[in-house]
């Protein structure tokens, strides 16, 4: 008469009321109001609407994949401060599905779909803030990147070549949202050659086709740079970002401002720090076994 309920029917349950809770969440996202950065890439979304090219007729910190991204959410909703928050809801939702299908693949399917929840609150709770930025928008990238070097040890040889072309693009992506992120790239790329459960032949066309897409991707955006006399303006931009996250100044000596910098390192540093003293303190226990307990104190 009474349906008995298992654990993996609650895990079912506790998946999917997470997974409406998620949506709901970021579907509220709608509401939040513009920060100073969004306002910014508001603007500049706005001007090449209008016709402008970013780096030639204004510039900003930010390479310019986020102000065509506003632009497209403006083309598509119309010009309102809440029209790059309902893009950024879909996308967001649009992603966790993608997340989810890569986990299913290796996971149980109730796990898959609360990790996918969780990305979603995560995201939604960040506030207006922190909420459609360019890192935001890196996403998509990320996980096209993720996805194909996982798949790479798993496939033939000729077909790893045709994910190395596509982790390129995601790549680039990657670099025309911010910068840095070239390092998920670079991750990728190092966790993969360093992985031996790949073929030898099926690693070395990934990693091939991987950097030269990445490389001639970047040779067609210098050229579209050029052609569009935005070149100079890049490089100006280039020698400014340098300077800015520069650690000497021009006439300060580098220890003094090594003194005068050390506890802002130390506090901006101290979460991967604590992170990389787990990962040690882990290796050192399978190492060593746990006998002895100061590892142990030391990961919790």
């Known amino acids: 008469m009474f349906e008995t309920l298992t654990p993996e029917s609650d895990g079912r349950w506790l998946a999917r009321c997470t997974a409406v809770i998620a949506v709901m969440m970021t579907a509220a996202m709608v509401f939040y109001p513009l920060g100073y950065d969004q306002a910014v890439f508001q603007l500049g979304g706005s001007m090449v609407l209008h016709g402008s090219i970013p780096w030639r007729d204004f510039i900003d910190t930010k390479p310019p994949l986020i102000f065509y991204i506003y632009s497209a959410a403006s083309l598509l909703f119309g010009d309102h401060s809440w029209s790059i928050r309902a893009f950024d809801a879909i996308y967001q939702i649009l992603c966790a599905w993608y997340f989810l299908c890569i986990l299913r693949r290796d996971l149980g399917s109730n796990i898959a779909l609360l990790s996918a929840s969780l990305l979603l609150m995560m995201n939604a709770g960040l506030g207006f803030w922190h909420t459609a930025q360019a ?166």
């Open 135 to 300: 890192e935001s928008f890196a996403l998509f990238p990320s996980l096209v990147l993720a996805d194909v070097a996982l798949r790479a040890p798993l496939v033939p040889a000729k077909r790893a070549m045709w994910l190395g072309m596509i982790a390129g693009l995601a790549a680039m992506l990657l670099v025309l949202l911010k910068f840095t992120l070239v390092l998920g790239a670079v991750a990728a790329f190092v966790w993969l050659a360093r992985n031996r459960q790949s073929s030898s032949g099926a690693k070395r066309n990934f990693l091939t086709s991987f950097a030269a897409s990445f490389i001639l991707l970047s040779g067609l955006l210098v050229a579209s740079l050029a052609l569009t006399s935005s070149l100079s303006r890049w490089v100006e931009v280039i020698g400014w970002l340098s300077h800015y996250s520069a650690i000497g100044q021009a006439g300060e000596p580098l220890w003094q401002r090594w003194l005068l910098d050390f506890p802002h390192w130390l506090v901006a540093s101290i979460s991967p720090t604590l992170f990389v003293a787990a990962i040690a303190a882990i290796l050192y226990v399978r190492k060593r076994g746990a006998r002895d307990e100061w590892p142990l104190i030391g990961l919790l």
